[in-house]
């Protein structure tokens, strides 16, 4: 089972995100489109969703809300990291378990999904 | 029923109406008028429309022409539902110049003069005399049928003394309340409270007949209807004839204003024009209850009674024949009411015309010098005046009746006065609505219209000449009908635009038509001194009491003592507007003229007078400019209001996708940069950290620099290098400079170099930017295999030089093209290729400050783009040409 599914379609960032949590011994798996967002998590049942909030197509928001309203119950309920490059001051849905506004330092996204995972 | 009780009970009735009229006179002049202003007396006393004519007639005239009947009652329901705007406005502007008749309003609009009020006042006594007449033989006709057991063999003109007795009667009355007094307005409530009774008698007769015959003569409505649908079969005449219809429709509405009758109750009895708003409704109610039960009513008489009984008077001979003699009583009291009150009208219209207009004018010319001391009464004259001419009128109509021995049909006499009246209707309407219908349009209008009608429809009805003859399938009456209006409209309109009008006709002309009331300056102020034989004048007029209670209300006004206010305009417009709700527009005017304004008026006054006018129409206007004015900054200021919320919408929407624009590329290289720090890593992973952090932090510069360009762009601030350039040099550079953008990607270009030599006066380098982004972009995202562009300059009209550059790729959807020059326009865009989205938005910039445009064309194929340059950009107040 994937440890991380990351939704980002920056190729820079995903990479760079990859690159931090892999290293960490965490599986981690890449959607780069908000289109496909969805069945990508739900192919995936990943332990942790890493989202970013400004995709094409679909913006995770919307692939947010609709996670938390899937029938599969344990699949609703997995928890949720967002990215958002609008700053602090337009922090997206409550339903997100956590936000974490781009840029990060790389400690602040480590600390952040291994309590997310535990 | 025995005629003794009969007579008796008539008796009684007028008594009634006597004591009606006598109450509410009294009322009024106590200023109690209360109930009676309202505005159901004067929906009611419109009624009088409904002479014993369509008492009667309606019967008559349905049984003879089936349901041509209607059109007496559509054209004033037309009028009134259509048009009451213009009936209101027709009541105010009367209102304000205190008019007494009809006569009078078109005198008063065509320079107060006296010759069209005394030509307008013989076509009505002439269409209206006959009109009288009619409704005194329908009374005297309504008599015989309770007098005689036979309902065949009733005479004509065999109750000459009834009539005789009615019209004298009828004469008492008109004298009694007609008369009373000379009020400004010209009101009679006593009349018109007395004809509200009437109206009331008149539509439950009618009603309570109706109810009588469908229930219980016939078998109820289903039945009426079948037997209705029996006779219509077997009748040709009920078919509809169009012309006919139309023309009826037209003369009936015109009818309802001009008929003196008519215009009496609805403009000069009228209070205020509010009262139409009620009666706009109402009185066509009134007229579709009156006209329900005709057609049950003719088809049931002729049914039942015998084929020579005369369908006139079926509303009276049914019931009679049915034994219901009470019912019978009833509608012959309606009968009765519907005749007394029309000729009580009109005889007090007709009369005031003939005094105000022909005796009143005689008198004052035969005594030209009217002194102070004079002890002709000018009061007691007009009283005297109108008395002699309601008696008159009456014997005139009396004698008509006995001389003509009746007319066979009740409606045919209807119709010649309602023609007779339409004619006056163009000159009143075009008054109104039309400032520059003048004095001689009038005239001509009015007399070519009474000429034809005089041959062609009244002489025809009382014996005298033949009917034109006419084509086969032409109606008669139609053509009659349609020819005197239209040559009437005709010489009304083209004398008019021909013709001069004098002064006071400009100023009655502006004053009816613009609504605005020029001040009279004509006649100078002067000192109270000069009063006092306008004071003499007036008392003759109104009596003692009135004329000296209206000077002093006067000179209060101006802040005097005593009895004698200044002559001001102000004054003598007043004065001259009640005296004329006494004797008339033209009366008044001359009379005022002869005492206070000298003797004619000079060329000098006259100036003032048209500058006078001019400048209280400028003084309108200009309000109206202000009120504009006013109502347009309101809106202006809700608009940038409006416009200030949203802009603060956009700037936050723009600062959160600057925001997202700066955050993103920020994070790949702090991200980066961290991890270049980590001990172990690979030389090759360190060297593609080290470029994506080069490459994001170029991406920020070329971003920073987008939004500072667009910046200066917007703020107009940008400072342009014009100077000539060689288009062809321009597209030359900006091709090989996109050639950066996927350099692997290898485009043919198309391109027509002749039309490229062309010189530009522009800033070259501005244009070289907007080209190279749009080439740029056009390698980024065609998507075709061989990729072609192709490049199109073709000068346009004006002088300046159009470039289109299409590419062969899918192009741009529909639904994005108009969104592609707006700011980060990529942002949620799946093809997004590194940019922000500022490209386009910037060359819209560029190209707005260079004078042109950047357009997108759909439907090229692929992705095409239209810049178009001016001959040379604009000078803008604050760049201009100087690094050129």
Known sequence: ???ILMIEDEPNIAEAVRFILTREGWEVGLHADGLGGIEAIRGAKPRLVILDVMLPH??????????RGDHDASLAATPVLMLTARGQATLPAPQADAVLAKPFANDELRAMVRRMLV | MPFEALVAGCLLYVALMFGVAFAADRAASRGRAGWLDHPAVYTLSLSVYCSAWTFYGAVGYASRSGLEFATIYLGPTVVFTGAW???RRLVRVARRHHVTSIADLISARYGKSNRLAAFVTLIAVIAATPYVALQLQSVSLSFEVFATDSLADIPMAGGGGTALWVAGGLALFTILFGTRNL???ERHHGVVTAIALEAIVKLLAFLALGVFVVWGLADGPADMLSRIEAAATGHGGWLLKPDRWTALLVVSGAAVIALPRMFQVLVVEAADEDRLAVAGWAFPAYLFAMSLFVLPIAVMGQQLLPPDANPDLYVLTLPAASGQNWLAFLVFLGGFSAATSMVVVCTIALATMISNHWLVPLWLMLRRKPQSGDPEDLRGFVLNARRLAIGAVMAVGWVYYQATGGTAALAAMGLVAFTGMAQVLPAMIGGLVWRGANRHGAFAGVGVGFALWLAMIFLPSVGIGAPPSVPSGVDPLA???FLSLALNTLAFIGLSIFGMPDPVERLQGLSFVSAVDPIRHSRMARGADQAEPLLVMARRVWGAEDALR???SEAAFQGRSGYLPDLTPRFLTRLERRLAGSVGAATAHAMI????????????????????????KEETQRLETARAELARTARQLREANDKLTALSVQKDAFLGQISHELRTPMTSVRAFSEILRTPDLSDADRDRFAKIIYDEAGRLTRLLDDLLDLSVLESGQAQLSVTPANLHDLIERALSAASATRPERVFRVDREPLAEYVGVITDPDRLLQVLINVISNARKYCDAEPPVLSIRVRRSLRGGVQIDIVDNGSGIEAARQSLIFEKFARLNDPARAGGAGLGLAICREIMANLGGDITYLPGQGGAA???????????PANAGLRRA
């Open chain 1, 58 to 67: 679909r913006s995770g928001t919307e692939i947010l809300a609709e996670l």
């Open chain 2, 85 to 87: 705007w213009g009936l």
């Open chain 2, 550 to 552: 209206f000077f002093q």
């Open chain 1, 1 to 3: 089972m994937l440890d």
């Open chain 2, 183 to 185: 009020a400004a307005d």
């Open chain 2, 593 to 616: 003229d002869s005492v206070a304004g000298g003797a004619e008026l000079t060329v000098s006054d006259l100036m003032q007078v048209a500058d006078e006018a001019q400048r209280a």
């Open chain 2, 865 to 875: 783009f239209r810049i178009a340059l001016p001959r040379r950009p604009p000078v």
């Open chain 2, 479 to 481: 053509l009659a009908i």
